[in-house]
T-cell receptor
Framework: GAVVSQHPSRVICKSGTSVKIECRSLDFQATTMFWYRQFPKQSLMLMAT?????????EQGVEKDKFLINHASLTLSTLTVTSAHPEDSSFYIC???????????FGSGTRLTVV | TQLLEQSPQFLSIQEGENLTVYCNSSSVFSSLQWYRQEPGEGPVLLVT?????EVKKLKRLTFQFGDARKDSSLHITAAQPGDTGLYLCAGHRGGATNKLIFGTGTLLAVQP
């Protein structure tokens, strides 16, 4: 089946630095990928829709200059958290549209801790 | 704004008990999915329901999509400790990108 690989699984960074999270579709091409944020024991909040070869579409309230999304190829989307602060600490998850209109596959997530 | 409200938010039951989780919205969704997520992992798809009134069964799990496609329910029969996890409903908004909007989540703990 379709596999989405997310890397790294865990990262700790210092306040003020930037962190890049990668989301790769391993055996299929993904023209559309989605980035979510999740706080402990809470649901997933959609941050943005990543479209290959074009600008990402951000949800209301999400700072696009803070969360930079690049989808330069059909198999890779990246999320860069710029000038990270402790409040950016969270679990970030990507997903990709797979076969069919309702098909989605999720990555295993990245636990970001900003100290 | 969370468009999909789930209830209950937390549920702790004994092995063998039955339970129902509800997913409600004031908006119509083109379809709805249910996921189960374990700590530190991404959500895993359980089922997709598309037609209003549709009922799907997956072993001990029964899923129903409301007639008006605004709500859904998940019923688990004879719960087992392996059913423990975060259950999420998610609605499709339709359109070209067909964004998936998640419900508020139900954290289930099944005690042996």
């Amino acid at each position: 089946g379709a596999v989405v690989s997310q890397h790294p699984s865990r990262v700790i960074c210092k306040s003020g630095t930037s962190v890049k999270i990668e989301c790769r579709s391993l055996d299929f091409q993904a023209t559309t990928m989605f980035w979510y944020r999740q706080f402990p024991k809470q649901s997933l909040m959609l941050m943005a829709t990543s479209n290959e070869g074009s600008k990402a579409t951000y949800e209301q309230g999400v700072e696009k200059d803070k969360f930079l999304i690049n989808h330069a190829s059909l198999t890779l989307s990246t999320l860069t958290v710029t000038s990270a602060h402790p409040e950016d600490s969270s679990f970030y998850i990507c997903s990709a549209r797979t076969g069919g209109y309702y098909g989605y596959t999720f990555g295993s997530g990245t636990r970001l801790t900003v100290v | 704004t969370q468009l999909l409200e789930q209830s209950p938010q937390f549920l702790s039951i004994q092995e063998g008990e039955n339970l129902t989780v509800y997913c409600n919205s004031s908006s119509v969704f083109s379809s709805l999915q249910w996921y189960r997520q374990e700590p530190g992992e991404g959500p895993v798809l359980l089922v997709t329901v598309v037609t209003g009134g549709e009922v799907k069964k997956l072993k001990r799990l029964t899923f129903q999509f409301g007639d008006a496609r605004k709500d859904s329910s998940l019923h688990i029969t004879a719960a087992q400790p392996g059913d423990t996890g975060l259950y999420l409903c998610a609605g499709h908004r339709g359109g070209a990108t067909n964004k998936l909007i998640f419900g508020t989540g139900t954290l289930l703990a099944v005690q042996p």
